[in-house]
């Protein structure tokens, strides 16, 4: 059968209701129920420290994740219940994208609409010719009674923005992204650049200063709560000293004074080991999270947390039965005593199925073992290709108190494989099989239904 885009396979048609060991692989699955739980934990911890949570799409490119990333409860009122039993709201309703398409799938899918979306953050300082592209979209997304926000970090950005027809729109509303240690996009504030950037957003008729984002993706290398909590606080260092000088800036000047009468930024800090040291802090009852100006707003944002991986299970803020998505993968082959006592196996879960990332937690991926598969403790994707994976045996894992003895894999058992990084994994693949292990009374992994099938938004 191909599986090919153009041929008349339909995963919805062919496998829905279906049990997961009938799918092909490699397939990647993601458990509904783990999703919304991490999904409402998260808007829960936002609640408990009164602030704002942006929602980033990025991981999964979905329709169906975003509605329950803002609406875990999907009763369209957010309504939650505490861990006091008192009834609040669980909701989000500002969202951030990676691609122009992810923007287009929300409008197109009616999500903005059905889930009262405020405002979406392009999160790419943007290209000359992507403002063309952000510009249609933007006046799409206004129809919708939704703001599309950009970020910027270079004065030619602005004058690029400027050079578009103004027409009767409204002005690009910016965030201006602060680089505070990871150097992959962003301007440290105290620099040149920072101070021309803010001067050009604020002098421009074209763009108005909305705020200012930082992304610690540095913090993916944590390995403790306390060490997330330091980028954390790194973070809310760097977005309160730049709304302090930007507000310098507008004090020195009488015309942007006129403008700028009185200022109110939103600082958004977050990546999701950041934000779950937050999560943890609110789980505590600690507030770490705080602005130094009364009238600037902190929101936070993060994109990973409704599934999570390796990457983020090595930070040790989570538990392994929070990763809400597994590669499922068939055992090709097997070579007793190949490089080990007990040898290695072939899978058909290469690159192309989990993609090379790594993490603190050694190989591509972690085969996820349980009490009908007893002995597969300890293996994972030691080494990978294109389209193949070499399961190993990690030999130290083998002295855990109470572990059953290792074995082999066996030729076409199918195995969950954990990813190390959840965004890139769900990238190759051009659908999500849907499961819901809350709805499954017992059964065993293998026996769970496909109960939807989610596309996700392709291409920038």
Known sequence: MSFHRSSSFHPAEQWHNQPLHALPTPSVVIDRAVFTSNSARMLEAAHKLDIEFRVHIKTH??????????????????????????????????????????????????????????????????????????????????????????????????????RLPMEDGPAWHVFIKVDAGYHRAGVPVHTRQFEDTVRAVLGSSNSYLYGFYVHAGNSYGATSRIEASAYLDNEIKAVNEASSLARDLIGNDERLRLSYASPAFVLSVGATPTANAARVDSEHGERRVTVGNRADELELHAGNYSLYDLQQ??????????????????????????????????????????????????????????????????????????????????????????????????????????????????????????????????????????RDVWTPAKFW
């Open 61 to 162: 490119k979905t329709s169906e994740g975003t509605r329950i990333q803002l609406d875990p409860f999907g009763k369209g009122d957010g309504a939650g219940k505490s861990e006091d039993g008192q009834k609040h709201r669980l909701r989000a309703t500002r969202l951030i994208i990676s691609t122009v398409e992810e923007g287009w799938m929300l409008v197109k899918s009616g999500v903005l609409r059905d889930c009262g979306v405020k405002s979406v953050l392009y999160s790419l300082p943007p290209a000359p010719n992507t403002l063309q592209r952000l510009d249609l979209l933007r006046a799409a997304m206004a129809e919708e009674q939704c703001a599309l926000l950009l970020m910027v970090d270079l004065p030619a950005q602005i004058a690029a923005m400027d």
């Open 313 to 450: 299970f090595a930070t040790s803020m989570i538990e392994q039965d929070q990763i809400g998505l597994f590669v499922l993968s068939t055992v090709c082959s097997v070579y007793p005593g190949r490089n080990s006592d007990i040898g290695e196996a072939l899978c058909d879960a290469g690159g192309l199925a989990m993609s090379k990332d790594k993490g603190p937690i050694p190989g591509h991926g972690l085969v996820r073992s349980d009490a009908k598969q007893q002995g597969l403790a300890g293996w994972s994707l030691g080494r990978i290709a294109q389209e193949h994976g070499v399961l190993t045996y990690d030999d130290a894992s083998s002295t855990e108190a109470g572990r059953p003895a290792p074995r082999l894999p066996e030729y076409g058992e199918k195995l969950r494989i954990l990813p190390q990084h959840a965004c890139m994994t769900l990238a190759n693949h051009p659908w999500f099989y849907i499961v819901d292990s809350g709805l499954e009374d017992g059964k065993g992994w293998e026996e769970w239904s496909v």
